[in-house]
């Protein structure tokens, strides 16, 4: 029992980070309807901006985490405004196939510059492991799944109570009628974007604070896919419990079955779910009137 405990406080933690990048996927499509299949990549530069900062120029992580955070939320605002933007109005196909080129432009981008191998991050979080009773649980992985979770209650503060909150809430009911009332439709797709971009970057950066960061950081968009499709798509507090549950089951799954188990089975799960609930567990369902 004490084993079956450990795993899953830590597939809890690992289900936590998985909860910021799947945030990200959801501000956007409930601001725009674009569903950004280049999440994985914005995380995975967002985290190379704060690695650059701070490392390779010397800035120091507190001011490198600043200037990689502000960095990554410029990337998604010019994403946005330069390649999105003059497709408003193009069936939804181009623009997801637009977000796929973009991550494979950002992917390339950073193979080029910082090469395949692994760069590590600076010790911001404490290694020391925490024992609760016989339970051990990695240091860095409990203080992510704590960092993740402050940031999204955060998030969810200003999301739930800020006027930019309301508008984009406005925005994603119905984008004519929040435009009738006055709201600035536009700055609100910028401000989705940018959102995401602080939310997939301060994801990155504490998923390679435990493993490191590659080009391939991106890859873990695969997991964050299968915790939004199991949630819904516009479900914002329905992400955060399907993000630790997938979190869980990868680590139940492989600590019991093996890796190969692993790789599927949450995918197997989130299958059988939107073949009973197309639209997610916490979805809501939209009727389009032609």
């Not at 945030?23 to 530069?45: H, P, Q, R, W």
């Amino acid at each position: 029992m004490a084993l079956f405990l450990e795993f899953s406080l830590i597939g809890l933690a690992s289900g936590g980070i998985y909860v910021l990048a799947a945030l990200s996927f959801v501000i956007v499509y409930k601001a725009t309807n674009i569903f950004n299949f280049a999440t994985g990549e914005m995380m995975m530069l967002g985290t190379y901006f704060f690695y650059l900062f701070d490392t390779q120029l010397g800035f120091g992580w507190i001011v490198g985490l600043g200037m990689g955070l502000a960095s990554a939320a410029l990337l998604a605002i010019v994403i946005e405004r330069v390649m999105l933007r003059p497709l408003i109005g193009r069936p939804h196909i181009i623009l997801v196939m637009v977000t796929f080129g973009v991550g494979s432009i950002l992917r390339g981008f950073a193979g080029l510059i910082w090469g395949p191998n692994v760069r590590q991050l600076p010790e911001t979080l404490p290694r020391k492991p925490i024992f609760l009773g016989d339970i051990l649980v990695p240091g860095k992985l409990a203080w992510g799944f704590v960092t993740a979770g402050v940031i999204a209650a955060l998030f969810m503060i200003y999301y739930k109570f800020s006027r930019a909150g309301t508008a984009i809430r406005a925005t994603s009911t119905d984008q004519i009628t929040a435009e009738s009332l006055g709201i600035n439709i536009r700055a609100v797709f910028l401000l989705a974007w940018a959102l995401a971009g602080l939310l997939t970057a301060a994801s990155g950066i504490i998923t390679a604070s435990v493993n490191g960061v590659t080009p391939q950081l991106g890859l873990v968009a695969l997991n964050v896919l299968a915790v939004v499709m199991l949630a819904g798509m516009t479900s914002i507090g329905g992400v955060i419990i399907a993000g630790l549950f997938v979190g869980w089951m990868e680590t139940i799954v492989g600590a019991y079955l093996g890796a190969a188990w692993q790789s599927f089975i949450p995918y197997l799960v989130v299958l059988v779910v939107m073949i009973v609930k197309p639209y997610g567990l916490f979805g809501e369902q939209r009727v389009e009137r032609i």
